[in-house]
């Protein structure tokens, strides 16, 4: 199992698919954090709690981390939060990140895109019925 399987897996497990889009795997969150690991962002902390994963999943489950099924995956990243939470925190804040960066993600769910050329939102209580900016497909 690669860094990417295992990552792309807890990846899933933080914003997993559903109606909307394929969650993590939609902004390849797996593969782009291997790469911030392999370029040192937060490289220890990252590789202290992917052996912690892959310990967990094979005690509690005797498979790895990417034969998991997502409620599987789901109780290794709640027993993570417990036993290595800067850990767990790191990971929720980088997939979150890399998830609400795209401006693909930002169309699907209604985010009618970054305000700062315009002053902001004045009504920001109010759903949002028009795009700001034309985004790119």
């Known amino acids: 199992m690669t860094d990417a399987d295992q990552l792309a897996a807890l990846a899933n497990g ?13 902004v390849s969150a797996g593969p782009r954090l ?12 990252y590789r202290q709690g992917m052996e912690a994963a892959r310990t967990i999943a094979a005690e509690e489950y005797g498979r790895e981390v990417n034969q998991l099924t997502l409620s599987e995956v789901a109780r ?8 290595l939470p800067t850990f767990f925190a790191q990971l929720r804040m980088d997939v979150s990140a890399l998830y609400l960066s ?27 019925t028009h795009k700001i900016i034309q985004l790119k497909e």
Do not use: C, M, N
Request: hydrophobic share 40%.
């Open 14 to 26: 933080i914003i997993p698919a559903d109606e909307i889009d394929d969650g993590a795997a939609a």
């Open 34 to 45: 291997a790469e911030r690991i392999e370029a040192g962002i937060h490289a220890a902390l």
């Open 76 to 83: 290794i990243l709640a027993l993570l939060r417990d036993r």
């Open 102 to 128: 795209d401006p693909a993600v930002w169309r699907r769910i209604g985010f009618p895109g970054p305000s700062t050329k315009s002053g902001g939102y004045p009504d920001y209580d109010q759903p949002q």
